[in-house]
């Protein structure tokens, strides 16, 4: 479900607007066509989106595929502004997006296991209400085959700091890492993904 406008950000909320809202434009920096979705994409192309050049999410948050029907390698949107394509990926090696779904966050409560080898046998690390930068720094150095989501939206990333591929956990169990689009057993870093109208990334204001 696409239109195609050009200044979706200023327009009026109606009430029962959807609860999700992305506007593509086809050039970095916010220029050029835009297209807004508030549902489920399978194909930007067959939407008459030619190229993604930058992201504005209104209401998300969102995951992104660099393949047509919600394939290959993963990136998650939140709300907030994404002007060029490193703002929203450090993998580099595609600079497609083909298709975009919304991300429906599962209640206040997170809870993770991540397991060393498949159908969740070996070492394992369980994280609970908290982001993860390192699993090195909790002293879990093993690679991760299998994940069971207890509650909560998670994004597992390939490396330390929140940085390589991404890939989306949602509530349920993945037995092998090809259930959640990893080549490769590798994890190393994990975060929460929560709704902003109740966590505010950033947010936090020192005392004077």
């Given at each position: 479900?696409?239109?195609?406008?050009?200044?979706?950000?200023?327009?009026?909320?109606?009430?029962?607007?959807?609860?999700?809202?992305?506007?593509?434009?086809?050039?970095?920096?916010?220029?050029?066509?835009?297209?807004?979705?508030?549902?489920?994409?399978?194909?930007?192309?067959?939407?008459?989106?030619?190229?993604?050049?930058?992201?504005?999410?209104?209401?998300?948050?969102?995951?992104?595929?660099?393949?047509?029907?919600?394939?290959?390698?993963?990136?998650?949107?939140?709300?907030g502004e994404?002007?060029?394509?490193?703002?929203?990926?450090?993998?580099?090696?595609?600079?497609?997006?083909?298709?975009?779904?919304?991300?429906?966050?599962?209640?206040?409560?997170?809870?993770?296991?991540?397991?060393e080898n498949p159908s969740f046998a070996g070492k394992k690390i369980e994280i609970i209400d908290d982001d993860v930068p390192s699993f090195h720094g909790h002293g879990y150095q093993e690679k991760v085959s299998s994940v069971r989501v207890q509650s909560g939206t998670w994004v597992g990333y390939q490396y330390p700091g929140y940085r390589g591929f991404q890939y989306l956990f949602e509530?349920?169990?993945y037995k092998e890492c090809a259930e959640f689009g990893a080549q490769l057993p590798q994890i190393q870093s994990v975060r929460r993904i929560r709704d902003m109208q109740w966590h505010l990334r950033g947010a936090f204001n020192p005392a004077p």
């Open positions: 479900m696409a239109t195609d406008h050009h200044n979706p950000a200023s327009k009026q909320q109606q009430p029962g607007t959807s609860a999700f809202k992305l506007v593509i434009y086809e050039q970095e920096n916010f220029q050029g066509r835009c297209h807004e979705l508030t549902g489920p994409c399978n194909n930007l192309q067959e939407a008459g989106v030619e190229k993604v050049g930058s992201i504005l999410v209104l209401c998300g948050p969102w995951v992104g595929y660099e393949q047509a029907s919600c394939k290959g390698e993963q990136f998650v949107f939140e709300k994404y002007p060029r394509w490193d703002s929203w990926t450090n993998s580099r090696r595609s600079e497609t997006l083909f298709a975009f779904r919304p991300i429906k966050v599962d209640g206040q409560e997170h809870k993770i296991v991540l397991f509530k349920g169990e």
